[in-house]
């Protein structure tokens, strides 16, 4: 056996790929799925390294297994946390894996020698399977998620044939996954485990934002699940390695430095948003950023300063249409929508046909996010009102988009296109950083809302935020007129807008 260790040292081959090989020799054909198991045991206790193999050598096999698995679980329960415990506890956790399937193959429930060919397949090889099964079940934007969550999983814990994965995969994997930075693409090309090392190199005060223990949770554990249970159900595999792994929110992880929530804009930031040429004179439609004579009426220009005087989502100023501009009390409001009933017809007198109406399919974050706001004064001076009857004169039908230049992506969100451009505006004013998008905006008009003294069920109508009993309060089930007019008490006082009025 000592002669072994030293051929070891001379070799050229790591010394566990060495110990797996000599295993396997040592182990008989139940037991050779074993061999990697017990060469990193082997390993991490490497003062006693000879003794262990000389045990397996012997055949005292099912004593020597016991031992390891009592030593990991009296790691675990003494809370004794360094790295050779962590790994010792992974070591038995995946032991306790291999004696169950061992159990199966001699209980008769798991032929080895019948696997199903596809259990060679790696992961990324069923995600394209799911996809198809999920097709038509859930919202098209989600079926990336299946990729993405398997991409990072692989990059993690390796990418191998899913007969191979075992428990210590997935536990390794949650252990990793919130020291992921969350740019990790673009900091070490795609490899997850150098953008960690890199990560974590940086000084206090520089590293980058990682995942947060919601997204794993939510999203790409959950992902990943799904992909195994597919594998076990259609009898690629007689069993789901991922059974038996459990979440373990970490009372401290690595996402005291994720990022942090959208906060609202500064005076500082508004001016310099609203000084661009954007809102003056820009150069071109296409060159909006560059100044000029030519006064731009788009997408961009009508989006930014709805949601700075409604608060509104990006995603909910793109999908209106032009008959989401509704009479409410004889003001005008944004009708925040997802379907429309025949009782709004009638209740808002809409000019449109009941096929027409029937077609309509928007999306609303929730049923609360269903709301009217009104249109704010400042909007109406700056020629609001002209521009939706201009879009009313140019339409055959009022169902069309208020602002056409305003296209959703290829998952029919209609937030990406003004990320995009806002993220731009923001960068060549030089005020881009994480903690501000045009989310921003509907921080910064609640903020409005309270120094204008807006009865807190009002303000909560405008932000689509729930009532409860606040409604009773108020009296504001439904807006009355002088709730309305609320909207006007609002004001950016470092913000002047005049040179913008229709004269």
């Known amino acids: ?73 009296l790691r ?9 415990s962590r790994k010792l506890e992974k070591v038995g956790d995946d032991l306790k894996y291999e004696k169950r399937k061992l159990k199966e193959i001699e209980d008769g429930k798991l032929d080895i020698k019948k696997r199903n060919p596809e259990a060679n397949q790696k992961l990324m090889y069923f995600v394209d399977k799911v996809e198809k099964n999920k097709k038509g079940k859930i919202l098209d934007h989600s ?23 075992k428990l210590s995969d997935f536990e390794e994997y949650q252990s990793l996954f919130l ?72 009372v401290y992880d690595y996402t005291a430095t994720r990022r942090k929530p959208k906060r609202s804009f500064k005076n500082e930031e508004l001016v310099k948003i609203f000084n661009v040429p954007l809102f003056h004179s820009c150069l071109n439609s296409v060159n909006w950023m560059t100044p000029g004579n030519y006064p731009i009426r788009d997408f961009k220009f009508w989006g930014i300063l ?3 005087f409604t608060g509104a989502r990006s995603s ?59 249109v704010h004064n400042e ?55 994480q903690a501000i998008s045009f989310h921003s905006f509907r921080h910064t008009f609640k903020d409005a809302m309270r120094r204008a003294d807006l009865p807190y069920g009002v303000q909560r109508k405008f932000m689509g935020h729930s009532l409860n009993d606040v409604n009773e309060e108020y009296g504001i089930d439904k807006l009355q007129k002088k709730h309305s007019e609320e909207i006007n008490n609002i004001s950016y006082d470092t913000l002047d807008f005049s040179h913008l009025y229709v004269k």
């Open 379 to 433: 909007l109406i001076k700056m020629g609001f009102l002209d521009y939706l009857e201009k879009r009313k004169s140019e339409c055959q039908s009022h169902s069309e988009q208020l602002f056409p230049d305003w296209y959703a992506d290829k998952y029919g969100r209609h937030s990406t296109l003004m990320a995009e451009r806002f993220s731009y505006l923001l960068d060549k004013s030089g005020i881009k950083t």
């Open 143 to 165: 079926l990336p998620q299946y990729r993405r969550a398997v991409s990072l999983f692989t990059g993690l814990v390796g990418d191998k044939p899913v007969h191979e994965y």
């Open 179 to 250: 020291r992921v930075p969350l740019d990790y693409q673009k900091i070490a090309s795609g490899n997850p485990l150098k953008a960690i090392e890199v990560n974590d190199n940086l000084p206090d005060g520089q590293k980058y934002d990682t995942y947060k223990w919601k997204t794993f949770k939510g999203k790409h554990a959950s992902s990943i699940r799904v992909v195994f249970d597919y594998i076990k159900k259609h009898k690629i595999l007689e069993y789901n390695p991922m059974s038996d792994f459990k979440l373990e929110e970490p």
């Open 76 to 84: 675990r329960q003494t809370y004794y946390s360094n790295q050779k």
């Open 1 to 73: 056996m000592l002669m072994f260790f030293d051929e070891i040292r001379m070799s050229d081959k790591s010394e566990k790929e060495q110990l797996e090989a000599k295993l396997e020799e040592m182990l008989d054909e139940k037991h050779k799925g074993l061999a990697k198991i017990l060469a990193q045991k082997i390993i991490i206790d490497e003062y006693s390294a000879e003794m262990q193999l000389r045990i397996v050598e012997m055949k005292n096999l099912d004593l020597y297994l016991q031992n390891v698995l009592q030593d990991a679980e």
């Open 306 to 308: 709805i949601g700075l």
């Open 316 to 374: 909910e100023i793109g999908q209106l249409l032009i008959m989401d501009v509704v009479n409410y009390n004889n003001i005008p409001h944004f009708h925040i929508v997802d379907q429309y009933t025949y009782e709004d017809v009638l209740d808002y007198d809409l000019n449109i046909s009941e096929e027409e109406l029937d077609e309509i399919n928007k999306r609303t974050k929730n049923k609360k996010s269903v709301r009217l706001v009104p």
